[in-house]
C-alpha cells in the first residue's frame, strides 16, 4: 500500500532557494541519466543498469567541479529522480510489448527548466517528518511550516 501527501507550504526565503536547489538537482540528474541511456543506444552499447547509472550520474558527478553542487542536496531526491527514469522506461518498454494497459506510451523525455510542474520524492529513509509544532521537516532544507 502507498501513501501519498499533499500539504501547502509556507517556506521562508532561504528554505524556497533550498527548495528550488534540490528542483533543480532533481532535474539535471532525470536528465543526465536519460542522456546516457540515449547515449549507449545510439552508439550500440548494452542498456546501462540502474546501478551504473547511479554511480555514474550522482556519485562519480559529485567528485566533478561542474557537478560538486549536487552534495548540497538530500542524496534520496537524486535516487528518486533516477527511480523516476526507471519507471517511464518500464511504462514505454511495456507499452511497446502490449503488457500495459491503457493508452500507448511514449520514451521518456527531457524535464524543461522552464516547466512549472516541479516534483520531487523523499522517502522513509530520507527520515521526513510532521513536527508536533505542524511544521514539515525536511533534510537539508529545515522545518517549513505545513496548512
Known amino acids: 500500500m502507498q501513501l501519498r501527501s499533499n ?3 509556507y517556506p521562508t526565503i532561504g ?6 536547489r534540490t528542483f533543480g538537482c532533481a532535474r539535471v540528474v532525470f536528465n543526465d ?6 547515449d549507449a543506444r545510439d552508439n550500440g552499447l548494452p542498456y546501462v543498469s540502474d546501478g551504473d547509472l547511479s554511480k555514474q550520474v550522482i ?4 567528485g566533478t567541479p561542474e557537478r560538486a553542487w549536487l552534495g548540497e542536496v538530500s542524496a534520496v531526491v537524486l535516487q528518486q529522480a533516477l ?5 517511464a522506461y518500464r511504462n514505454f518498454f511495456a507499452s511497446l510489448s502490449g503488457k500495459r494497459k ?12 522552464k516547466d512549472t510542474r516541479q516534483a520531487i520524492r523523499f522517502t522513509k529513509n530520507a527520515r521526513f517528518a510532521i513536527t508536533a ?6 533534510p537539508k532544507i529545515g522545518d517549513i511550516p505545513v496548512r
Do not use: I
Not at 509544532?133 to 525536511?138: D, E, I
Open 7 to 9: 500539504y501547502r507550504l
Open 15 to 20: 528554505q524556497r532557494e533550498s527548495l528550488a
Open 33 to 38: 541519466g536519460l542522456r546516457t541511456r540515449q
Open 59 to 62: 556519485t562519480e558527478a559529485k
Open 83 to 87: 527511480a523516476d527514469l526507471n519507471t
Open 102 to 113: 491503457g493508452p500507448k506510451v511514449g520514451p521518456p523525455r527531457f524535464r524543461s527548466k
Open 133 to 138: 509544532g505542524g511544521k514539515l521537516r525536511l
